[in-house]
């Protein structure tokens, strides 16, 4: 039995239709790992009834005022976090919770990074070809930068040690988090490993991430994540 506290970080922005699912299926697969946790929902300023359906289920929910932005959102959850380890986790129905164990169980046995790609897992067809694009574009620059490769530097389905979470300093305010995450964590010589996991297009809603200026954000992070140092 894994004796570790996970605690399970969900960033909402408007998915009143599917934050409700997506909890009742990580407390289903929490439940199953039989692991100490908590779900902690940060609702980034929603309009809509994100929070109230969050909070009608075994979920912590924070809330932002107005909207800060996912890497905002993210770090109000870590510095409430209590368990060993971290998993981050969208909103919006596009990643399986059903995946958690794949994601966790590495952590118990030396890695401090996990990330779930899901272009070594199935339904990329539905990913849209532009950001396939950039995603291997800020591959191939994150590869450059550290002589280290991954295939998936965007995503925000990962397992971290809090331990290591802490000492990454994190800043970003978008969707930047992502790259900062696994920059900073290939450069300072954290053990990081990626699993592939299911890909499902979203069906409620559109994706927030502003293709154009999100793209620029995330290539100056990666730029600044390289040069951090971390102690």
Same mark, same amino acid.
């Given at each position: 039995?894994?004796?570790?506290?996970?605690? $399970?970080?969900?960033?909402?922005?408007?998915?009143?239709?599917?934050?409700?699912?997506?909890?009742?299926?990580?407390?289903?697969?929490?439940?199953?790992?039989?692991?100490?946790?908590?779900?902690?929902?940060?609702?980034?300023?929603?309009?809509?009834?994100?929070?109230?359906?969050?909070?009608?289920?075994?979920?912590?929910?924070?809330?932002?005022?107005?909207?800060?932005?996912?890497?905002?959102?993210?770090?109000?959850?870590?510095?409430?976090?209590?368990?060993?380890?971290?998993?981050?986790?969208?909103?919006?129905?596009?990643?399986?919770?059903?995946?958690?164990?794949?994601?966790?169980?590495?952590?118990?046995?030396?890695?401090? $990074?996990?990330?779930?790609?899901?272009?070594?897992?199935?339904?990329?067809?539905?990913?849209?070809?532009?950001? +396939?694009?950039?995603?291997?574009?800020?591959?191939?620059?994150?590869?450059?930068?550290?002589?280290?490769?991954?295939?998936?530097?965007?995503?925000?389905?990962?397992?971290?040690?809090?331990?290591?979470?802490?000492?990454?300093?994190?800043?970003?305010?978008?969707?930047?988090?992502?790259?900062?995450?696994?920059?900073?964590?290939?450069?300072?010589?954290?053990?990081?490993?990626?699993?592939?996991?299911?890909?499902?297009?979203?069906?409620?809603?559109?994706?927030?991430?502003?293709?154009?200026?999100?793209?620029?954000?995330?290539? +100056?992070?990666?730029?600044?994540?390289?040069?951090?140092?971390?102690?």
């Amino acid at each position: 039995m894994l004796r570790s506290a996970v605690t $399970v970080v969900i960033p909402a922005y408007n998915e009143e239709e599917t934050i409700g699912h997506i909890i009742e299926e990580t407390i289903s697969v929490m439940d199953c790992m039989q692991v100490p946790y908590e779900i902690i929902v940060v609702d980034d300023g929603s309009t809509d009834k994100t929070a109230r359906e969050a909070t009608r289920h075994k979920a912590t929910v924070l809330r932002n005022e107005r909207n800060r932005g996912k890497g905002y959102a993210m770090r109000v959850a870590f510095s409430q976090a209590q368990g060993d380890i971290v998993v981050t986790l969208d909103a919006d129905g596009e990643h399986s919770p059903k995946e958690i164990p794949d994601i966790v169980i590495p952590l118990f046995n030396g890695t401090d $990074v996990v990330a779930g790609s899901r272009f070594m897992g199935t339904g990329t067809d539905s990913i849209a070809r532009l950001n +396939r694009m950039g995603n291997f574009m800020f591959n191939m620059v994150i590869a450059t930068l550290t002589g280290k490769r991954v295939t998936d530097s965007q995503t925000g389905f990962r397992a971290i040690k809090k331990e290591v979470l802490e000492k990454l300093n994190l800043t970003s305010c978008g969707y930047e988090i992502e790259s900062e995450i696994t920059v900073k964590s290939l450069k300072n010589g954290f053990v990081f490993h990626e699993r592939p996991i299911r890909y499902k297009h979203r069906e409620c809603n559109t994706s927030k991430l502003k293709i154009f200026s999100d793209g620029a954000k995330i290539l +100056r992070t990666i730029i600044r994540a390289n040069l951090a140092k971390i102690d």
